[in-house]
């Protein structure tokens, strides 16, 4: 059973910075359009980033542009989502998603595998 894995999210303060990670067994993550999404309570799903394979084409969502970056590490077979300068609204479940082939997608019906999402947290 193909699963992906989240870890990095935490408690961190306005203008603070966590990068996190997304793993997966049963799948080569580096070959696979993988996104992050995140939920917060009440609101839908939303799409922050996303990144084809090879890493040439990327996404963000505008409310992230310029402190969110998206990248792969196809050595270590991990997408890192590195956010910088978060804000009290980046306060979310992030998690990671994956679709089959190239292309991203900025839909959450097009990805066919999930993570379990990891907490983030940012204090005013």
């Known amino acids: 059973q193909v699963q992906l894995v989240e870890s990095g999210g935490g408690l961190v303060q306005t203008g603070g910075s966590l990068r996190l990670s997304c793993t997966a067994s049963?799948?080569?993550?580096?070959?696979?359009?993988t996104a992050w999404f995140r939920q917060a309570p009440g609101k839908e799903r939303e799409i922050v980033a996303a990144i084809g394979w090879p890493a040439i084409s990327s996404y963000y969502a505008d409310s992230v542009n310029g402190r969110f970056t998206i990248s792969r590490d196809n050595a270590k077979k991990t997408v890192y989502l590195q956010m910088n300068s978060l804000e009290p609204e980046d306060t979310a479940v992030y998690y990671c998603a994956a679709a089959r082939g190239p292309r991203y997608y900025l839909i959450r019906d097009q990805y066919e595998y999930w993570g379990q999402g990891t907490q983030v947290t940012v204090s005013s």
């Open positions: 049963k799948l080569t993550i580096n070959t696979y359009a």
